[in-house]
């Protein structure tokens, strides 16, 4: 039996099962928290910071992950302070800045709940904007699937892309897992001055 | 080598210790030539050969020695030689010099004035190190020995009373006595975030799992930072004798060093120093004929600036890429194959040995209350003085600069400082009376970090340079959080279009509202740290920012789009020289009359302004450029001349 602790989520006495997140916590509560690296069974990622949410333990307050925040005895959470609606703000603004015009419906549903301008970074964007915003889910979806990654990152910082491992993409086209879970809507590569792999767009287009 | 060999006791190391002594005459002369990185940049292995073979021609080679140590710091002052035991520093020796030190120094016991350093202030030589301003003030507990030890061979280590600290621990301390000595000393992590290294063995000791791991970060990612190299370089048993009194009080059996790859000397001298310690029974199994056994590998790693931080150093060790993990659990409790592991940097390993050897009270007796001990600075920049540099904590900024840096270079009027590397934030004149350490530097909007110290002048535009951190960092972050990547991308884009005369009204406002963001929501502390030289810098100098983005001038004269050059004919000799140098062509005049720049022509390449010798070229922004004169204007001649 795990222990059960309990924590205050939006002022709401909330009782969850030790090792269990923040996010899971609040979800289980019926709080909900947005996110877009997040998926329901797979490792929790970290990427998006979208889930921030904010902490209070032992008088000081922090913005934490909430996917990856263990939920903590006594712990008091604020899932929409303003201090985290304007965080979230900023982060789709800036999310859009990379997946150019087209972006999903989430993340366009995502925008005017929080009242995020999806086109303020637009002319700060690369030049060849896709869809892709590197949230990570089709990789962590790959290995879950497949034992391997046939999809990885390749570079970093602003350089840093999907990328489709020929050697590895055998399973490709019974599989295709990572479409489903892809928040853009569509598993798609990216830019990048150096894409030395084919595009997983092209590659997976040309097997359905 | 000794007669003992493998160590199996105390006795047999002090007995060691007594015959190294013994078979080393004090009074005998040595020449000692630095070989870390800047000095051999500088051809320092030149002169060392040029001493040997100088040696060898005047029939010395037996009674001189010659050693091949560490760095002192004072590296743009190299190559540096000493010569023992009068303790007589040359700089910037060159191999030519080496038959003149010989018949003099050695042989005569004269000193050679015009290879000393020159004390600025009185324009006399300076023999002792200890009297060359950059020294005078400075506190060398760490970069002490880096002078008088081979760093190839483990006796000269141990004839300075190396290792004697491991035995003590071994032998009269139980590892819990350890951590307390630790705690006791108030030692907080050099690597950047002054966490309390007690504190943080305590964790590593008391944490579940097995096995636990020790781990050196010598990954030193900050561009012009060498304090930690310095250190791998010149004194790598300090580091190794720190590890392993570590793994005792944590109880751990085995440790990795991870050096960044492109230190190879580094690598190799630690390499050497962990194959020595193993054959001296130092290090494996038994140490000293205790019941302690470690092994450590060393890891050269060759990722980005964000492998140095603890979670991604340990991913990498693991064989995968270098990024920081999204969990909220410490290292200290899961690390390495999430076991506990305990992480420290170069230097505060370094700092171990001493603790133990001279107690926690005597280190607390150095640096302020909450920061005790020395720090090393790389200080850089527009300082007279640059090179690395060890003060107790809390020294001001004041005496860091001018003291030891020796001030502004040409005269010119201090601007701002950045500490703490490429996210470290700028601080300004107001504020260099405050001390130096880990808490007083967060309050002004920067940090200790690694210790890089960058001073800038009157001539640093203030947005120009928190462009250039924020484009290094772009490509130096992992690129995995949403906030960090895109933000840098945005901020950089700002940036550069503020500095190019295209900033808007709302960009100051927009700036902010990102750095903010970035700040409060991200995985790692380069995420959370990359703002700061964007917020300080507009926290103190805003009015730069709004020049630039109102009046689209720069005051400092540096971003190319905003300002123009210009000839100014009072001033102007009418060499040709510009003229004859211009790229672009763009410089109109002829001999004896008056130069002018065609201003639809002009690059702004800046090289008539470089190469003036009459200070003829201005550079001006946000005023009108003056028109150039009617047809050919016949040149004023300088005062004094006819
Ligand atoms: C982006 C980044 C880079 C870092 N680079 C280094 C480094 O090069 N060397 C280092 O010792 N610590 C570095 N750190 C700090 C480490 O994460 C860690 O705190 C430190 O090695 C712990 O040792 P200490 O307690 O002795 O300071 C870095 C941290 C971050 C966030
Ligand atoms: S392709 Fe889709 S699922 Fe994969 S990282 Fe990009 S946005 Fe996420
Ligand atoms: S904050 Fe930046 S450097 Fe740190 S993990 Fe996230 S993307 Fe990587
Ligand atoms: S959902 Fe938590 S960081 Fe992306």
């Not at chain 2, 970060?217 to 250190?231: H, I, T, V």
């Not at chain 2, 009376?433 to 203030?462: F, H, N, Q, R």
Request: a neutral charge.
């Amino acid at each position: 039996m795990k222990k059960v602790i309990t924590l205050q989520i939006d002022d709401k006495e909330v009782k969850a099962e030790e090792g269990i997140t923040i996010l899971e916590a609040a979800q289980h509560a019926g709080v909900e928290i947005p996110t877009l690296c997040w998926y329901e069974g797979l490792e929790p990622y970290g990427a998006c910071r979208f889930c921030s949410v904010e902490i209070e333990k032992r008088g000081r307050a922090q913005v934490v992950a909430s996917c990856c925040y263990p939920a903590e005895e006594g712990l008091k959470v604020k899932t929409r302070s303003p201090k985290i609606v304007k965080i979230r703000k900023i982060i789709i603004e800036l999310a859009a800045t990379s997946a150019g015009e087209d972006v999903s419906s989430k993340m366009r549903a995502l925008a005017s709940e929080y009242n995020a301008d999806l086109s303020r970074f637009r002319s700060k964007a690369p030049l060849s904007p896709t869809k892709c915003i590197l949230c990570g889910l089709c990789v962590r979806r790959c290995i879950e699937a497949n034992w391997e990654s046939a999809i990885g990152f390749i570079g970093r910082g602003i350089y840093r892309c999907i990328a489709l491992f020929p050697e590895k993409a055998g399973l490709c086209s019974t599989c295709s897992y990572c479409r489903d879970v892809c928040p853009t809507g569509r598993t798609c590569s990216t830019f990048g001055p150096r894409p030395p792999f084919p595009r997983v767009d092209d590659v997976l287009a040309g097997r359905k | 080598m000794g007669t003992v060999k493998c160590i199996r006791s105390p006795k047999d190391l002090e007995k060691l210790r007594e015959e190294i002594k013994s078979k080393r005459k004090p009074s005998k002369s040595s020449v000692s030539v630095c070989v870390s990185t800047g000095c051999v940049a500088l051809d320092a292995s030149k002169v060392k050969e040029a001493f040997i073979a100088e040696l060898e021609k005047q029939g010395l080679k037996d009674q001189v020695e010659i050693k091949e140590t560490g760095c002192l710091g004072f590296c743009e002052q190299g190559p540096r030689v000493t010569i023992y035991p009068e303790e007589i520093c040359y700089f910037k020796v060159k191999p030519e010099d080496a038959p003149e030190i010989v018949s003099k120094s050695i042989l005569e016991k004269k000193v050679v004035e015009r290879l000393l350093y020159k004390d600025p202030a009185t324009g006399k030589g300076v023999q002792k190190l200890e009297d060359i301003p950059f020294y005078k003030y400075q506190r060398r507990l760490l970069l002490e020995n880096n002078a008088k030890i081979d760093p190839k061979n483990i006796e000269d280590y141990i004839a300075l009373g190396g290792y004697s600290a491991l035995a003590k621990v071994l032998f009269e301390m139980t590892p819990e006595q350890v951590v307390e000595e630790v705690k006791k000393s108030k030692l907080r992590g050099r690597g950047g975030g002054g966490f309390p290294t007690g504190l943080k063995w305590e964790t590593t000791r008391n944490a579940p799992g097995e096995p636990k791991y020790v781990i050196v970060n010598c990954d030193e990612g900050d561009p012009g930072a060498f304090m930690d190299r310095s250190l791998m370089e010149g004194n790598p048993h300090s580091v190794l004798e720190g590890l392993i009194i570590g793994a005792y009080a944590i109880g751990a059996n085995e440790g990795f060093v991870y050096v960044r790859e492109e230190y190879p000397i580094a690598v190799e001298n630690i390499s050497t120093a962990i194959r020595q310690a193993e054959e001296y029974g130092l290090l494996g199994e038994d140490i000293i004929g205790s019941s302690l056994s470690l092994r450590v590998k060393v890891h050269k790693g060759a990722g980005a600036f964000v492998s140095g931080e603890s979670s991604a150093l340990m991913t990498a060790i693991e064989g995968k890429v270098g990024e920081p993990r999204p969990k909220y659990v410490h290292t200290a409790v899961k690390g390495l194959w999430d076991k506990p592991s305990l992480l420290n940097n170069v230097k505060t390993w370094a700092s171990i040995p001493l603790i133990v050897l001279k107690g926690a009270e005597w280190f607390r007796s150095i640096g302020t209350q909450g920061n005790s001990g020395t720090m090393i600075f790389s200080l850089v920049g527009k300082v007279n003085n640059t090179g690395l540099v060890e003060v107790p904590m809390g020294i001001t900024l004041r005496d860091l600069i001018f003291k030891i840096g020796g001030g502004i270079r040409d005269g010119k009027k201090f601007k701002a400082v950045q500490i703490g590397g490429p996210s470290g934030g700028f601080i300004p004149e107001q504020h260099l009376d405050i001390p130096v350490d880990y808490d007083e530097l967060v309050k002004v909007g920067s940090m200790m970090g690694s210790g890089g110290m960058v001073v800038m002048d009157e001539d640093t535009c203030m947005v120009d340079v928190a462009r250039y951190f924020v484009d290094f960092l772009l490509e130096e972050s992992c690129g995995k959080c949403i906030p960090c990547r895109e933000g840098l991308r945005v901020l950089s884009s700002i940036l550069s279009d503020i500095c190019a005369g295209k900033g808007k009204s709302e960009d100051i406002q927009t700036t902010e509202e990102i750095a903010e963001t970035m700040r409060e929501a991200l995985l790692c502390a380069l995420g959370r740290t990359a703002a700061n030289p964007v917020l300080t810098s507009l926290k103190y100098f805003r009015d730069e920012w709004e020049q630039h983005i109102i009046e689209k001038r720069c005051p400092a004269n540096v971003c190319k789009a905003l300002i123009d050059f210009y000839i100014n004919p009072e001033k102007c000799q009418a060499c040709l020289l510009c003229l004859k140098e211009c790229p672009a062509g763009a410089i109109q005049g002829d001999k004896d009359q008056v130069h002018w720049i065609d201003q639809e022509k002009c690059i702004k390449c800046g090289t008539c302004y470089e190469i003036c010798n009459f200070q003829a070229v201005k550079k001006l922004s946000g005023e009108p450029i003056p028109p150039p004169p009617k047809g050919m204007k016949p040149i004023r001649k300088l005062k004094g001349e006819n």
